[in-house]
Antibody, heavy 117, light 111 residues
Framework: EVQLVESGGGLIQPGGSLRLSCAAS????????MSWVRQAPGKGLEWVSV???????YYADSVKGRFTISRDNSKNTLYLQMNSLRAEDTAVYYC???????????WGQGTLVTVSS | QSVLTQPPSVSAAPGQKVTISCSGS????????VSWYQQLPGTAPKLLIY???KRPSGIPDRFSGSKSGTSATLGITGLQTGDEADYYC????????????FGGGTKLTVL
């Protein structure tokens, strides 16, 4: 059974940094396209970043230059390093595996990041 | 402001059929596959449709997808109270800010 479990969320002050983790079981992170998708409270879904199986990475304009996606193949874990956090980054962050280039099949339960002073 | 446009809400009675539209442009829906997701309150999204009209294993055929030009549609027949949820469309956008994009979401109410 495929499972994705996020961790690392919490309350952080504006300008601070946080690293989210997504531990996978039942499949291999490095063999799949993996994304982070976020959802602000009461709002819709927003794609944040993707890392392809070959290692290429892409980011939404809203986080480019501040967030970094990576993975640790030995730990079968996906990461999102978030720097220079802003209030508008407050959201539930989901990791998700891509079934196709344009669809996500497996999702984690999400981890809440709150940026506030 | 989402790149893909969905109606904020739709409603229908149990047993009836409902459609949810998703409008985009040539840089997204017009030249890429569309996917659809169901998000029940307090849970992660669930993939319903991929590649415009294909259903993953386990998704009942009450759910269907179609695409025409720069618009896509999700159809749900035989509505059940358990279908009450938020529904999102998604695709790739190949404009200058290339990346995956979602619609703003549609709240389905089963009356």
């Amino acid at each position: 059974e495929v499972q994705l479990v996020e961790s690392g969320g919490g309350l952080i002050q504006p300008g601070g940094s946080l690293r989210l983790s997504c531990a996978a079981s039942g499949f291999t992170v490095s063999s799949n396209y993996m994304s982070w998708v976020r959802q602000a409270p009461g709002k819709g879904l927003e794609w944040v970043s993707v890392i392809y199986s070959g290692g290429s990475t892409y980011y939404a304009d809203s986080v480019k230059g501040r967030f970094t996606i990576s993975r640790d193949n030995s730990k079968n874990t996906l990461y999102l390093q978030m720097n220079s956090l802003r209030a508008e980054d407050t959201a539930v962050y989901y990791c998700a595996s891509q079934y196709t280039v344009t669809s996500f099949d497996y999702w984690g339960q999400g981890t809440l990041v709150t940026v506030s002073s | 402001q989402s790149v893909l446009t969905q109606p904020p809400s739709v409603s229908a009675a149990p047993g009836q059929k409902v459609t949810i539209s998703c409008s985009g442009s040539s840089s997204n829906i017009g030249n890429n596959y569309v996917s659809w997701y169901q998000q029940l309150p307090g849970t992660a999204p669930k993939l319903l449709i991929y590649d415009n009209n294909k259903r993953p294993s386990g998704i009942p055929d009450r759910f269907s997808g179609s695409k025409s030009g720069t618009s896509a549609t999700l159809g749900i027949t035989g509505l059940q109270t358990g279908d009450e949820a938020d529904y999102y469309c998604g695709t790739w956008d190949s404009s200058l800010s290339a990346g995956l994009v979602f619609g703003g979401g549609t709240k389905l109410t089963v009356l």
